[in-house]
C-alpha cells in the first residue's frame, strides 16, 4: 500500500488540496496529514477539506499527532511518535500508528499495542539532512520480528520502492515524491505498478 503523507510547504497553496483530490482518484491507499506547523483549529479546518476529498473512496485519513484534530473529524487512524505513543496510551479507537527509529522501538510499539508501524528513516533524504539512513538490513530486521504491519518511510521513490517491499515492509510512505510530481495521477499509478510487478 502507498501512504502519502502531506507537506503543503513544498507546493503552493492553491494546489495543495487538488494534489490530494488526484491522489485520492488514483488509489492512494491512506494518507497521513502531516502539518506540524498548524495550531489545531486551522489543522481542523483543512482535515475537514481533505475528508470530504476522501468520503466515499477506499482512501483512509490519517492525522499526524493531533488527536483531538483526529476524533473531531473521526478520521481513520492517527499517526504519533514513540514517545507520545509510551507516555500517553490514548483510548483512540482507530487506527494507531507509531514512529520507530530503532528495532527496540519496533518491537515494544509493537507489543503494546500499535496498529502499525512507520519505520524509518531507510534511504538518504533531504529532510533528514546529515543523519545516515538506517538502511534495508534494518528494515529487514523489524519486519522479521514484528507482528503488526510496517510501513516503510524515508527517500523512497519509484526505482527503490521494490526493496522496501522485498525487505518485508506492508507499505511505502512517500512525500515529496509525490508533492512534486508533475503529474500525480500518473505517479501513483507508476507506484502501483511497480509494486504489483514485484515476484
Known amino acids: 500500500m502507498i501512504y502519502f503523507i502531506t507537506n503543503r510547504k513544498l507546493v503552493s497553496p ?21 502539518e506540524k506547523d498548524l495550531n489545531s483549529f486551522d489543522l481542523l479546518q483543512l482535515a475537514i477539506k481533505v475528508k470530504a476529498i476522501t468520503k466515499g473512496t477506499n482512501t483512509s485519513l490519517i492525522i499526524n499527532e493531533n488527536l483531538k484534530v483526529a476524533r473531531e473529524i473521526k478520521a481513520t487512524g492517527i499517526q504519533i511518535s514513540f514517545t507520545d505513543f509510551m507516555n500517553d496510551r490514548t483510548d483512540f479507537t482507530g487506527i494507531i500508528g507509531v514512529s520507530v527509529h530503532s528495532l527496540e522501538e519496533a518491537l515494544t510499539a509493537s ?12 534511504f538518504p533524504t533531504d529532510c533528514k539532512k546529515g543523519l545516515a539512513p538506517r538502511g534495508i538490513k534494518w528494515l529487514e530486521k523489524i519486519t522479521s520480528r514484528v507482528q503488526v504491519p510496517v510501513i516503510a518511510l524515508g527517500g523512497i521513490n519509484i526505482h527503490n520502492l521494490s526493496q522496501v517491499f522485498k525487505a518485508g515492509a506492508t507499505g511505502a510512505a512517500l512525500m515529496s515524491e509525490i508533492m512534486q510530481a508533475s503529474d500525480v495521477h500518473q505517479k501513483i499509478k507508476n507506484l502501483h505498478n511497480e509494486y504489483k510487478l514485484l515476484p
Open 111 to 122: 507489543k503494546n499495542g500499535a496498529s502499525y508501524l512507520l519505520a524509518s528513516h531507510i
Open 14 to 34: 492553491e494546489r495543495f488540496l487538488p494534489i490530494i483530490e488526484e491522489a485520492v482518484k488514483a488509489g492512494v491507499g491512506s494518507i497521513i496529514l502531516r
